[in-house]
């Protein structure tokens, strides 16, 4: 049996009648922009990430250009952030004018390492940009220390839900960052049916100003106080994502639980490491990100037996041909650079089947002897 890496059939199949009833009442309403829907949405998912603000955008891309601009970061400006990531981070830099400064992971987390920013910080810096990559948060706190008095963006477009404790309290991602960016790209553990992201803040003035870039830059009709842009969340995606909302805790824990069989099943594994969590963290697993030995002969070696797997990245961002001109070599940044060599992610998604869980984990083992 085929093993796809995910099966949003299978989760759409279970969820229909809600998603389908939200849509027709958008539908029938003919009020497509914005709207209640959009701001029902905002309700929860700031309630859900402990903000007081959160604002509705096109997608987890624009969530992170729309916070640097409401920061006002653009031309001359420097921002830190890792190269171990999707490329809308760093893209999202580049397009409003600044510079990208990348700073080396932690090989066990994947996450930004935190003396590699203070190495990085420079008085031309004026934020930093963490990742909470695969479904777990960078270490937030350790990440404000080092950024001193800096801004710090939490791009959690692939951790919504995470959380982590902090002095015997849990923080949601997006929390604790200056602003905290979303994505409901259709793959992520909350995914919409098309595009849409969210940010979300505790402070008043930043969420005015990112309530305003969104719109062209105006909070009154034809009235611009800056450029902005169009950049909002559909109501139709929006009332979609509220219907799926009311599973995102029970899809995590889902997929935990079949990331810690995987764990099991691998642990006697050398040539295997099986992803490591920070013990501070609760992780999404967005993605189930193993470490191997022979890492694209095990891969074909799963297309043969048809079963999904992707590589979460295969060449990390200071060596993209269009960042040339940052002037950054192979080889400086080895821990991301051998990650891009050793990762592989396996299907975690949480309608997985036992049998199916089982065919993954045969495969795995069968490639290397076991
Ligand atoms: C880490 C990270 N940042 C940003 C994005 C951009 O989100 P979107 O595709 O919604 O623009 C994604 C996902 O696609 C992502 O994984």
Same mark, same amino acid.
């Given at each position: 049996?085929?093993?796809?890496?995910?099966?949003?059939?299978? $989760?759409?199949?279970?969820?229909?009648?809600?998603?389908?009833?939200?849509m027709?009442?958008?539908?029938?309403? $003919?009020?497509?922009?914005?709207?209640?829907?959009?701001?029902?949405?905002?309700? &929860?998912?700031?309630?859900?990430?402990?903000?007081?603000?959160?604002?509705?955008?096109?997608?987890g891309?624009?969530?992170?250009?729309?916070?640097?601009?409401?920061l006002?970061?653009?031309? /001359? *400006?420097?921002?830190?952030?890792?190269?171990?990531?999707?490329? !809308?981070?760093a893209?999202?830099?580049?397009?409003?004018?600044?510079?990208?400064?990348?700073?080396?992971?932690?090989?066990?987390?994947?996450?930004?390492?935190?003396?590699?920013?203070?190495?990085?910080?420079?008085?031309?810096?004026? !934020?930093?940009?963490?990742?909470?990559?695969?479904?777990?948060?960078?270490?937030?706190?350790?990440? @404000?220390?080092?950024?001193?008095?800096?801004?710090?963006?939490?791009?959690?477009?692939?951790?919504?839900?995470?959380?982590?404790?902090?002095?015997?309290?849990?923080?949601? !991602?997006?929390?604790?960052?200056?602003?905290?960016?979303?994505?409901?790209?259709?793959?992520?553990?909350?995914?919409?049916?098309?595009?849409?992201?969210?940010?979300?803040?505790?402070?008043?003035?930043?969420?005015?100003?990112?309530?305003?870039? @969104?719109?062209? /830059?105006?909070?009154?009709?034809?009235?611009?106080? &800056?450029?902005?842009?169009?950049?909002?969340?559909?109501?139709?995606?929006? !009332?979609?994502?509220?219907?799926?909302?009311?599973?995102?805790?029970?899809?995590?824990?889902?997929?935990?639980?079949?990331?810690?069989?995987?764990?099991?099943?691998?642990? *006697?594994?050398?040539?295997? @490491?099986?992803?490591?969590?920070?013990?501070?963290?609760?992780?999404i697993?967005?993605?189930?990100?193993?470490?191997v030995?022979? @890492?694209?002969?095990?891969?074909?070696?799963?297309? *043969?037996?048809?079963?999904?797997?992707?590589?979460?990245?295969?060449?990390?961002?200071h060596?993209?041909?269009?960042?040339q001109?940052?002037?950054?070599?192979?080889?400086?940044?080895?821990?991301?650079?051998?990650?891009?060599?050793?990762?592989?992610?396996?299907?975690?998604?949480?309608?997985?089947?036992?049998?199916?869980?089982?065919?993954?984990?045969d495969?795995?083992?069968?490639?290397?002897?076991?």
């Amino acid at each position: 049996m085929a093993v796809p890496l995910l099966d949003l059939k299978a $989760q759409h199949s279970t969820i229909r009648d809600s998603v389908v009833a939200a849509m027709m009442k958008v539908v029938d309403d $003919q009020a497509f922009i914005l709207g209640e829907p959009v701001e029902r949405l905002e309700r &929860e998912v700031g309630a859900l990430s402990q903000t007081t603000h959160a604002i509705g955008c096109a997608n987890g891309t624009d969530a992170i250009l729309l916070s640097l601009r409401a920061l006002g970061i653009g031309h /001359g *400006d420097e921002v830190v952030t890792t190269p171990f990531t999707f490329f !809308a981070t760093a893209g999202a830099i580049h397009n409003v004018g600044a510079r990208p400064v990348f700073a080396d992971i932690e090989p066990d987390t994947f996450n930004i390492s935190i003396e590699a920013i203070a190495a990085a910080v420079k008085p031309s810096t004026r !934020a930093v940009i963490a990742v909470d990559l695969f479904g777990q948060m960078a270490p937030i706190e350790l990440v @404000r220390d080092a950024a001193g008095e800096l801004p710090i963006i939490e791009d959690a477009a692939q951790s919504i839900g995470a959380r982590r404790k902090i002095d015997g309290k849990w923080v949601m !991602a997006g929390e604790a960052a200056t602003i905290g960016t979303f994505s409901f790209f259709p793959s992520k553990n909350l995914g919409g049916y098309g595009d849409g992201g969210m940010m979300v803040t505790q402070d008043n003035e930043l969420a005015t100003r990112l309530r305003r870039l @969104r719109v062209h /830059g105006g909070m009154k009709t034809y009235h611009h106080d &800056e450029v902005g842009y169009n950049s909002r969340l559909d109501a139709l995606q929006a !009332a979609i994502l509220s219907a799926k909302l009311t599973r995102l805790e029970a899809w995590s824990a889902a997929r935990r639980k079949n990331a810690g069989y995987y764990d099991a099943a691998f642990a *006697d594994l050398n040539d295997v @490491r099986t992803p490591t969590i920070d013990p501070a963290n609760e992780s999404i697993y967005n993605q189930y990100t193993l470490r191997v030995a022979r @890492r694209n002969d095990l891969q074909a070696h799963l297309k *043969d037996k048809k079963i999904g797997s992707a590589v979460y990245y295969p060449l990390p961002l200071h060596l993209q041909p269009c960042f040339q001109y940052l002037g950054y070599a192979q080889g400086e940044f080895p821990e991301s650079e051998r990650a891009s060599e050793e990762v592989i992610s396996l299907p975690v998604f949480p309608e997985l089947e036992q049998s199916q869980l089982d065919e993954v984990i045969d495969a795995v083992r069968g490639f290397y002897g076991r």
